[in-house]
């Protein structure tokens, strides 16, 4: 942003500090540096949407819908106002984001603590009426205070699994026992446990379409590798999407995104599908390349096509369409390599469309 302040500063006259410099495009004494400059920043912006959803997801997409907004507008008009204007909403918009990300971060952090503090509590009550249990519940309940301390969300999650462990097997030896007072404690361990897998799956999916997001694809992704079978790639791509969302705004464009993913999910019974990223979707299929093909014509057939859309103000019906990029995985490239070649065939196919 610096550097983008200083070519503001030295394109303006110095009699007329608040004249126009000339557009990037019709200034050839710089236009190389200008032409780099422009490269980079819609790089920058792009990288930004993308790793701030990929961070964050439950509060990321604003954040990669805003930097693509930004960089449309200084595509369209690239002057020097107009790049000083970006740059004051770019900071305002990561300014906007590391507070929700914040926000999101302290929230989960206080749910844990608050869990492992009710069972604490719990497991002193029963403590303190069990002389034979007294002891090891005692040590059980110091590690569960000692989580509430940690601010690592990772450290957090390993000592609760582990806490949770030894905490079951001191409750099954007491329940042996026949103590009528461990009845409370079970039932605190299963709300955990139940509150703690909602959080996980939650955290799982993409939460405007119901699929699942980037991580758990990425982990999915992985563990197809790790298993060393024959499978698949395919990413999906909606062409055109961006102008829907000019013309009928974002809540037409998200209705859209909702009905496309539950006929996608329709289809694809036995496949993990997930919301890689704004219009972008991708598909695992165990198999070869064949098996993938099957499945990219059963998109075409039964998934793209006419919708209903409601704006809000009238009913649209857009026909939507799709460019797809199908790989099978060679057996020892990385997960980052298989998308890489995944990407390039999407390209491709897109830029046939296009022609």
Known sequence: MISLRRYIDAHRTDNDPKSAAPTLSSDTKAGSNESALLTALRAALLAMGEWGQHAVPSVGNRLKRKMAELLDTLERSPTPSVLGKVSEQVQSELSHWAECALQHGNENEREIKKIMSVVAEAAATIATKDEKYSRELSELMSGMQAITGLNDIAAMRRSIIDTATLLKSCVEKMMEDGRTSTSRLTAEVDEYRSRLQVSEQTAALDPLTGLGNRRDFEKRLESKRRVAKSFSLILIDLNDFKSMNDRYGHLA???????????????????????????????????????????????????????????????????????????????????????????????????????
């Not at 075409?300 to 103000?313: D, F, H, M, P, S």
């Open 253 to 355: 464009g998200d209705d859209l995104l909702r009905q496309f993913a539950t006929e996608l999910r329709g289809q694809l019974t036995v496949d993990a599908a997930c919301r890689w990223g704004g219009d972008e979707f991708a598909v695992i299929v165990a198999g070869g390349q064949k098996a993938a093909m099957e499945r990219v014509d059963r998109i075409r057939r039964w998934v793209l096509g006419e919708y209903k859309i409601n704006t809000g103000v009238e009913t649209i019906k857009p026909v939507l369409n799709a460019s797809f990029g199908v790989v099978q995985w060679d057996g020892k490239e990385s997960g980052t390599e298989l998308v890489a070649r995944a990407d390039q065939g999407l390209y491709l196919d897109k830029k046939s469309a296009r022609n």
